[in-house]
């Protein structure tokens, strides 16, 4: 993530015309107006980055790489926390001295596209430049659509994730001769036997709950795929008998021993993913973002970060996750485009700011990255991981249960968080913590969804 630029300011001290024309300027740039030729020097800048999205490592990576290209260009990475993100951000962008690019990302979780559009260039007339007319062809959907806002490409996507998995600690199952749970009472029963060697089984941070909705919609999903995504658009009642099961059985998670005790009050960065990296807990509820843990020097920079000081890497693998429902359809995908890099309208570095933008998220070099990084799923069609350069922890089971994923990943179009707004994630924050803490029957908490759900635009009784 990056930081703050200071926008130049040109001195008009001899006609009342010049000075006009630099207030029609600013104006423009400050709506969101495309680089224009008093935006700085598109090869030669020193940029700031702010983002809670990639890892600093992954970063670093990136702006590497794009060094061998445009090496004049210098850009500091500041990574924010996502739960601090919108306060961090929202006063920066305001000032003169916010960040040149900074992360944004579709739907109502922090770092909302939507909200931050007007602080954000309009990025397709550069897009285009660089890939043609036909561009959008180009892309990948989901990463074009859920970044625009009113016709206009507030954010470059950089790569897609997609959630609905759980993953494992492969090393502590075979230590204690078990194996990845596919059914709820699998599951019920590898979370009794690891705790009966003094082992967590499954994290999650629930007090985080944008979290929540992952699984909410995996288990949703396993009832009856596409319901909770047609849920959000308004196209089923929240009352529907699928969403009240789904509520049902993530009480049950709680009641029958898979969630830890104390889930409530976990986040799942960092808590819920230290504990899991640390080896504390065997599985844990992630994305396609968490393959970059099965790489060598990922899982040692990840298990670093969680606070262990001599770091020992084990294999990380995704499984589906479980058909806790015990309909035999469990495992659907669902993804958003990760995050985009946007430019601050307020920049005076912007031409440098949508070069990296461009670059990173557009030029085959800069996707190659990202693949390889196991980061993000690349936005550019056609760009997979090039294995022979990537170091995985243990390659046998590893690059078979990657090459899965992302093969399954691509073949799904079902939304994440994009369609979500910001009043109905924390709708379902709140359904999801009453149920969870049993001050909310499901049936209940699914009548409250409804209703707030009826008071958003666009989302009138059904």
């Known amino acids: 993530m990056k930081s703050p630029t200071v926008r130049r300011r040109r001195r008009a001290t001899q006609a009342v015309l010049i000075a006009t024309f630099l207030i029609f300027l600013v104006a423009a740039c400050a709506s969101g107006g495309s680089p224009s030729a008093s935006s700085g020097s598109a090869t030669s800048a020193n940029l700031t980055w702010w983002g809670w999205s990639p890892s600093t490592q992954v970063a670093q990576q990136y702006i590497t790489a794009f060094n061998k290209v445009y090496p004049k260009i210098h850009i500091t990475f500041k990574m924010l926390t996502i739960a601090g993100y919108n306060a961090a951000i929202r006063p920066a962008l305001v000032s003169s001295v916010g960040p040149d690019i900074f992360d944004v990302a579709p739907g109502g979780a922090n770092g909302s596209v939507e909200t931050y559009a007007p602080d954000a260039v309009n990025l397709e007339p550069a897009v285009e430049k660089a890939l043609g007319s036909g561009w959008q062809s180009k892309l990948a959907p989901i990463g074009v659509s859920s970044l625009m806002v009113n016709s206009k490409l507030a954010g470059v996507s950089v790569g897609a994730v997609y959630s609905g998995t759980v993953w494992i600690n492969e090393d502590l199952f075979k230590k204690y001769n078990l194996t990845a749970p596919t059914t709820l009472s699998q599951w019920v029963s590898d979370c009794a036997a690891f705790k009966a060697h003094g082992v967590g089984c499954f994290v999650q941070g629930v007090g985080q709950t944008a979290f929540n909705e992952d699984t909410l919609q995996a288990i949703s999903d396993d009832i009856q795929p596409g319901v909770w995504a047609k849920a959000i658009q308004g196209q089923v009642p929240w009352t529907s008998p699928v969403i009240v099961k789904a509520l049902t059985i993530w009480k049950e998670m709680f009641s029958d021993g898979i969630m830890e005790s104390g889930a409530l009050g976990v986040q799942q960065y960092p808590d819920a993913n230290n504990a899991f990296l640390s080896g504390k807990d065997a599985m844990v509820m992630m994305g396609t973002w968490y393959m970059q843990n099965d790489t060598q020097s990922g899982m040692s920079a990840g298990i670093s970060g969680a606070g262990i000081a001599h770091p020992q890497n084990f294999t990380a693998l995704p499984i589906a996750f479980p058909d806790v429902a015990g309909t035999g359809q469990a495992g659907a995908l669902y993804g958003d485009s990760d995050y985009g890099i946007a430019v601050n309208a307020k920049s005076g570095n912007q031409a440098a700011a949508t070069t990296f933008a461009v670059w990173l998220g557009t030029s085959t070099a800069g996707q190659q990255q990202v693949a390889n990084a196991l980061d993000d799923i690349a936005a550019l ?14 390659p ?53 969804l409804q209703a707030a759900a009826a008071n958003m635009p666009g989302h009138g009784a059904i």
């Open 381 to 394: 069609k056609g760009v997979e991981p090039n294995w022979s350069n990537i170091s995985l922890v243990d």
């Open 396 to 448: 046998s089971p590893q690059k078979a249960a990657l090459s899965k994923l992302i093969s399954n990943a691509a073949a799904s179009s079902e939304p994440r968080l994009a369609t979500v707004s910001p009043n109905l994630q924390l709708a379902i924050g709140t359904a999801s913590t009453t149920v969870a803490s049993g001050s909310a029957t499901p049936a209940a908490a699914a009548a409250t």
